[in-house]
């Protein structure tokens, strides 16, 4: 494409990409690597910038990226335009927008927070949102309420509004034919989020997710496991006494199924125990590592 302004069908598109109109269709649905505009007639048409992220994408599979991540990147260099001037300006709109969202929710003001969301959504990758925007803020939230700056009904209000967000991105997470993961929270653990949006970031790589969440009993996650005949099975928890009593049950496990344990509360002693593996990144990029190592 010399002209930048040139807008083409996504045959022409696939003709000089040499990937099949299928691929790109997936990449623009899955990973929004492609912003067709739309005529009258609702063809969709691509711009220079679509074949320019593409091609990005395409290098960075060849060098053993995953593809999740290489879509990061790609939509990543383009938003930054390459310099190092604007890469500060875009870690500054994510940095802006987790404000403009602390500000929402805690002025309990539901619209302006999902409009912040929708800005993120859009502009984004929904990897870079939950990596550099919903994930901290959680942890944040969390100390600021441990600390008593920031009420209970203020964190509940937060927590529920992203609730509902992250419960959207994973509606349809269990079908498909990939591999079969169980996330859940051991007993009294109730802040599963993060375990919420890392299962996201797992079905967007292929994983079918069955999702037990908050406060799961050993014995049903044991039960599940084996009915499900699940290929992976991850607990997480924000403080090690949740896993404290669970040593035996979890090594049972962990010989008849892949285990891991994530989250703060999980340990390098407790994983070499019960022979599980240690989730120490955050969610997305422990789940955009699992994806690459199954």
Known sequence: MTDPTALLRIG????????????????????????????????????????????????????????AEAARQALA??????????????????????????????????????????????SFTVETVLRDVVVPYLHDLGERWERGTVSVGQEHFASNVLRGRLAGLARGWGHGHGPRAILACPPGELHDLPLLAFGIVLNRNGWRVGYLGADTPVGELLRTAGDARADLVVLAA????????????????????RLALGGRG?????????????????????????????
């Open 12 to 67: 022409e598109l696939s003709r000089r990409l040499g990937l099949s109109d299928h691929v790109l269709r997936a990449w623009e649905r899955r990973y929004g690597l492609l912003r067709p505009v739309r005529t009258a007639g609702g063809f969709r048409l691509y711009s220079a910038a679509d074949e320019t992220r593409v091609r990005r994408m395409q290098a960075l599979l060849a060098e053993g990226v995953s593809a």
């Open 266 to 294: 999980a340990t390098p002693a407790l994983a070499r125990r019960v022979g599980a593996e240690l989730l120490s990144d955050d969610p997305v990029t422990a789940a955009e590592r699992l994806s690459r190592e199954r």
């Open 77 to 122: 260099e383009d938003s930054l335009d390459g310099s190092s001037g604007d890469r500060g300006a875009g870690r500054d709109a994510l940095s802006d927008a987790r404000d403009a969202l602390d500000r929402a929710l805690l002025d309990l003001d539901e619209p302006a927070a999902q409009a912040v969301l929708d800005r993120l959504f859009t």
């Open 238 to 257: 924000t403080t090690p006494d949740r896993f404290d009593g669970l040593a035996r049950p979890l090594g049972r496990l962990a010989r008849t199924v």
